[in-house]
């Protein structure tokens, strides 16, 4: 990670919506080369905000309008590889996620606009008022473009905070539009893919779309495609379709479905047990406080974060070496209700079921993960399937992660 840069972007300029509400910023898990944050003065400026999964949140909640069942990053950034819309051919350490991350907040950002009612200039417009104007001005320009009961859907769903929110995202941030997501997939009039994702960079005054922000003139090649051919590129973000095919022909035509947990491995479904919460009692987060297990012996603090979905958990683990020495091969265990799903980011998930129910999780460091220099901090974490559905999208705690008569234990 280039932590200079990232550090840059960390001070001075709070990153709304990332720490305090436990989604995970995307140089989390990287940044590239240097690439500057928006433009100008390298810093985000014009109430543009970090890429952050959140966006997760509003792509899956459209993939619900559209009857279709929710993916996890991982799932996006395979997609993304194998339809040449990266730079490489091949993903490596935590590519899939960044890749992922990203292309699901531009599918989130212009994924839902109608076919009919597409033009440029309003991303532009849209992000424009999301970054400087009111929530209320959003849906009201979303009201008069998207497919038939999109903005009635998104409130209906408690999700228009995550789309307002993904709306004001900044692309380059963090490098990865340049450093990962740079496709080289032709498209029409001899603009290949990279060029179609500045659709929602902005120049710095935030009034045109397809601008190089950097030097503050056009995407030259992108002007030259179809708004057929741009909107159904974007569509396939969300439908996971060909990119130059049509995508989402029906969408909003039919009952939409709620948002459902994304499932990265097909994992089977969810014995029932005692230790499962009911669908109709409310989780409630009985030890808020609970998040901090500093350990005097090595020195090593880790707190818990991250963020519960449908049916669903991201847990973000934060681990930092408080001691004046490295520390190697540091670990937790724990016992949690929840099941282990998916991939893991800079740890290592061995879990073993329970006779009364339940998970004993054992959490060691793994590749960039293992070795903390005196002082460091790293941002490590997992999925796992909850089923629950209520009382959901908010952030995780230990106590809601940890089983009862549990606690995240250093080993």
Request: proline letters at 5%; aromatic letters at 8%.
């Amino acid at each position: 990670m280039d932590n200079v840069h990232h550090e840059h972007a960390s001070a001075g300029h709070p990153h709304d919506g990332t720490a305090d509400s436990g989604f995970i910023d995307i140089t989390d898990w990287g940044s590239f080369h240097g690439s500057n944050h928006n433009s100008e003065h390298n810093e985000l400026v014009g109430g543009r905000t970090p890429i952050t999964t959140e966006a997760l949140v509003a792509y899956n909640g459209l993939r619900a309008f559209a009857g279709l069942e929710a993916v996890a990053l991982e799932d996006v950034g395979r997609w993304a590889f194998a339809e040449g819309l990266t730079n490489n051919s091949q993903a490596w350490g935590n590519d899939l996620l960044g890749v992922g991350l990203w292309y699901a907040m531009q599918g989130a950002k212009v994924g839902w606009i109608a076919d009919s009612t597409y033009q440029p200039q309003l991303l532009a417009d849209l992000q424009r008022t999301a970054r400087l104007g009111s929530s209320e001005a959003v849906m009201t320009m979303v009201r008069e473009v998207s497919h038939d009961g999109f903005a009635d859907f998104l409130i209906s769903q408690g999700l228009q905070e995550a789309f307002i929110n993904t709306l004001k995202m900044e692309p380059h941030y963090g490098g990865w539009m340049h450093g990962r997501t740079h496709g080289f997939l032709p498209i029409e009039s001899g603009a290949i893919a990279h060029d179609i994702n500045h659709l929602t960079v902005l120049g710095w005054d935030q009034n045109q779309p397809f601008m190089n922000d950097t030097f503050d003139w056009p995407q030259w090649p992108a002007l030259e495609v179809s708004d057929n051919t741009v909107i159904n590129y974007f569509q396939s973000m969300v439908a996971l379709g060909a990119p130059l095919e049509s995508n989402l022909d029906d969408l909003g035509t039919g009952a939409p479905t709620p948002p459902t947990q994304p499932e990265p491995d097909s994992p089977p479904p969810i014995e029932d047990s005692d230790s499962e919460v009911s669908e109709d009692e409310p989780w409630e987060d009985s030890n808020p406080e609970s998040t901090t297990n500093p350990d005097p012996v090595t020195g090593v603090d880790v707190q818990v974060g991250g963020q519960l979905w449908w049916g669903g958990l991201t847990a973000s683990l934060v681990v930092t070496n408080t001691s004046d020495q490295t520390v190697e091969n540091w670990g937790v265990q724990f016992n949690s209700d929840h099941r282990f799903s998916g991939e893991a980011w800079g740890v290592s998930v061995d879990t073993q079921a329970l006779d009364g129910g339940g998970y004993r999780y054992e959490i060691s460091g793994l590749d960039w993960g293992q070795t903390l220099a005196a002082g460091q901090t790293i941002h490590v974490g997992f999925n796992a399937l909850t089923g629950i559905t209520d009382n959901v999208n908010i952030p995780l705690t230990e106590a809601l992660l940890v089983a009862d008569g549990s606690a995240v234990m250093l080993v």
